[in-house]
């Protein structure tokens, strides 16, 4: 069965830095979304992506916070200058339209540790 | 600001017994609900879904209630098996256009052999 890839697995990054955080979406899907589990707490949308733009993003997704589809496959997280509370899981989801029975597909995710 | 709330952190429960996990929402525009399963390190899996239209939709082991007058839902998994020992997310939409969901808690489901 196709899967949504994530990588790297773990990333530990030091306050300040800046940093990437890739996902290979299933191939004929077309709505792309990051969502986050900071530990011990729910699971919280971040951001929502559709032909080539935004179409719906959280307060939590601030300035620092960018998403972009490079290519054809990769959809990508960045965030500019992490914070400590930036630690959390992020998981990437995608689907292959946003109609109902149609759920999102989520990676194993991305642990982002901030010191 | 806990739209959808999971009361119980945790659940154990005896192979082949009835596993029932709830979830409470509050905001009267979600229209579709979803269960998801996590195992550690991996991430979320599609579970079962019900529209707010049903009061029940079912698939195989696992069936969904929905009360909307109670705002409440449940997932009843029977007979429950080791292999469903997880955190089940309970997850809401209220159809706007991106499918954003709003996600519970979670309970970790323990199933003792």
């Known amino acids: 069965e196709p899967e949504v890839t994530q990588t790297p697995s773990h990333q530990v990054t030091q306050m300040g830095q800046e940093v990437i955080l890739r996902c290979v979406p299933i191939?004929?899907?077309?709505?792309f979304y990051w969502y986050r589990q900071i530990l011990g707490q729910k699971v919280e949308f971040l951001v929502s992506?559709?032909?080539?733009?935004?179409?719906?993003k959280s307060e939590i997704f601030d300035d620092q916070f960018s998403v972009e589809r490079p290519d054809g496959s990769n959809f990508t997280l960045k965030i500019r200058s992490t914070k400590l509370e930036d630690s959390a899981m992020y998981f990437c989801a995608s689907t292959e339209d946003r109609g109902r029975r149609s759920p999102l597909h989520f990676g194993n995710g991305t642990r982002l540790t901030v010191t | 600001d806990q739209q959808v709330k999971q009361n119980s952190p945790s659940l154990s429960v005896q192979e082949g017994r009835i596993s029932i996990l709830n979830c409470d929402y509050t905001?009267?525009?979600?229209?579709?609900f979803l269960w998801y399963k996590k195992y550690p390190a991996e991430g979320p899996t599609f579970l079962i879904s019900?529209?707010?239209?049903?009061d029940k939709n079912e698939d195989g082991r696992f069936t969904v209630f929905l009360n909307k007058s109670a705002k409440h839902l449940s997932l009843h998994i029977v007979p429950s098996q080791p292999g469903d020992s997880a955190v089940y997310f309970c997850a809401a939409s209220d159809g706007g256009a991106t499918n954003k969901l709003i996600f519970g808690t979670g309970t970790l489901l323990a199933v003792q052999p």
């Open positions: 992506f559709y032909n080539n733009e935004i179409s719906e």
């Open positions: 191939s004929n899907h077309l709505y």
């Open positions: 019900i529209s707010s239209i049903k």
């Open positions: 905001n009267s525009m979600f229209d579709y």
